[in-house]
Each structure stands twice: as C-alpha cells, then as structure tokens.
C-alpha cells in the first residue's frame, strides 16, 4: 500500500479538493495569528494548494533542482553506506543498531526514488523558506540533497541566509555536496558524521537557528532528543519541520508528544509534515487539524 505522500498526482489532487473546506478553515485560522512566522507558513501553503505560478527566477532555481534529480535517477552508481537511522516502519532496529549503524547496500538510484523529498514536498519547502526568510537554516538528514538543493536555492532568491546540512554517511555527503556545488550552492555546508556526534561543535559554533527540519532518523526517541538538544540554541520565532510524522507509530507518538508540549508554540499539520512555530502562542485543540497537500 502506498504510503499518503507517494500518492499519484491526480489522487492527490482530488483529495485536496475534497478538503477544501477544511483547508480553508486551518488557512483563515492562520491568517489570524498574531505571529508573523505563522502567517508565512499560512501564505506558502496557500500558494502550493492554489497552484501559484512562480516568477521565472523561481521557476528556474526549482528546474535546476529537478534536472538534478534526473540525472541521481539516471546514475547506475552503487555503493555501501553505514545506515544510522531507523531503516523503514516495521524495521524494528533496537537503539545500539542505530547508533552503531548498519553496513547496507544501495545505489544513487535507488537512494533518489526512495529517501529523496518529492518534487511537490521539495517545492513546498522552497516556498516555505521564501516566505520565512531565515538567517541560518539546520538540516538533519542531507541525503542525496535534493531538499539542501530546494532550501538553498530559496535562501539564494531571498539574498540572505546559510543552511547547515548533516548527513550520516561519508559516501552520500559527498554526492551531496558535489551535487550543490554543481548547482552553485557552494556557502551550503554538508557536515558529515552521526548527528548526536556532529550536533554539539556546531550548535557551539553557529548563531541562533531559525530553520530546522528534522529528517533522517524515524524514531520516537531520538526525534524527542534532538528537539531537547535544538531548543536552547533556536531563534525565539524559529520554526521546526518534523518530516514523515505517520511514518510509523512511534514517529506519529512523538508528533502527538510534541504538539502536547508547551514549548513548541503553535503547531500545524501538513500530514506529511509536523510544523513547530515556536515562541507562538499555542492555540486550539492539542492535536491540530490536518491539511490535505499531497
């Protein structure tokens, strides 16, 4: 069965449709807050169900992207990587297994249809990033780099602002980084080594964080432990994406967790994506109501 965000575009199309009432309803209450991050997530999101027309700078950044992905679809290149993560839902690695890691066989391909952001969610974070205009930017999980890509070409239109990537694996952050060099996104730095390794040098290093997104381990415990970890160094109105929140019952325990959390400030639900807008006022029910995206 496939999972929500895999849906074809034409499924995923009349879904969104049949929930624009309530759509709608989540976007008015956005609109609404006083915080000013909330009402930019409202605005990216209104674009991306309206299917807005982006401007030919935009348009030619998000071609870019895509034609590297293309050409990682393409790539007959095969290599062992060291997996840190969770694996898949039903997995079951114990937390000696995640942290060790687990030697696996993958190819570019492979690793490009199955671990990469869609075009549509890629293209959602690239309007998300336009509309907040963050100065520093932390990736957790850089992959193959098609989301560094999408976050960094909008932080190049924006004319400010640096993102931070982490990637496990040495063999994957280096296709990575080669990747957005090639597209010219060479202030973009990819770390590479565990992140519970990687994260205390550089949360030293770097100013406050006002744009997090959390990928690359699927697992309720460590997704509460790196929100523990981001927290003291975040900006007072960052944001935080939790990705692949119904990815597995455990990951969708920590989202409910998280939205029950007075710290996290306002939360919303992009079903795909669990968002934390912290320093705003927390509001509604505990758990939000889920948008129809994708």
């Excluded at 959602?124 to 930017?137: E, W």
């Excluded at 807008?277 to 109501?289: D, L, T």
Aim: hydrophobic share 40%; net charge neutral; glycine share 8%.
């Amino acid at each position: 069965m496939p999972m929500p965000h895999l849906l074809s575009p034409f499924t995923a199309w009349v879904r969104r449709q049949s929930s624009l009432p309530r759509n709608k309803r989540i976007l008015d209450a956005l609109d609404r807050s006083d915080a000013p991050a909330v009402k930019a997530i409202g605005q990216a999101v209104r674009q991306r169900l309206t299917d807005a027309q982006w401007t030919a700078e935009e348009e030619a950044r998000i071609r870019a992207v895509e034609n590297y992905r293309a050409r990682l679809l393409a790539s007959t290149e095969t290599f062992e990587v060291v997996d840190y993560g969770a694996h898949g839902p039903d997995a079951d690695r114990n937390r000696n297994e995640m942290e060790t890691g687990i030697r696996v066989g993958r190819s570019v391909a492979a690793l490009a249809k199955g671990a990469a952001s869609p075009p549509f969610w890629g293209q959602c974070m690239f309007s998300l990033v336009r509309a907040l205009r963050p100065g520093l930017c932390l990736e957790l999980g850089t992959s193959l780099g098609i989301s560094a890509s999408y976050q960094s070409a909008a932080l190049k239109l924006n004319g400010k602002g640096r993102l931070i990537s982490i990637e496990g694996d040495p063999s994957i952050a280096r296709i990575a980084t080669a990747g957005l060099k090639e597209q010219g996104y060479t202030e973009t730095e990819v770390r590479c080594g565990r992140f519970m390794d990687v994260l205390p040098t550089l949360l030293r290093e770097c100013g406050p964080l006002d744009f997090i997104f959390i990928d690359g381990h699927h697992d309720h415990e460590a997704t509460k432990e790196y929100f523990d970890m981001l927290l003291p160094h975040m900006a007072p109105n960052a944001v935080v994406i939790f990705d692949d929140i119904r990815w597995s019952p455990g990951m969708f325990k920590a989202w409910e967790e998280l939205c029950s959390d007075p710290r996290t400030g306002y939360v919303i639900d992009l079903g795909r994506w669990g968002l934390a807008c912290i320093g705003a006022k927390k509001v509604g029910p505990a758990m939000p109501e889920k948008f129809e995206l994708g």
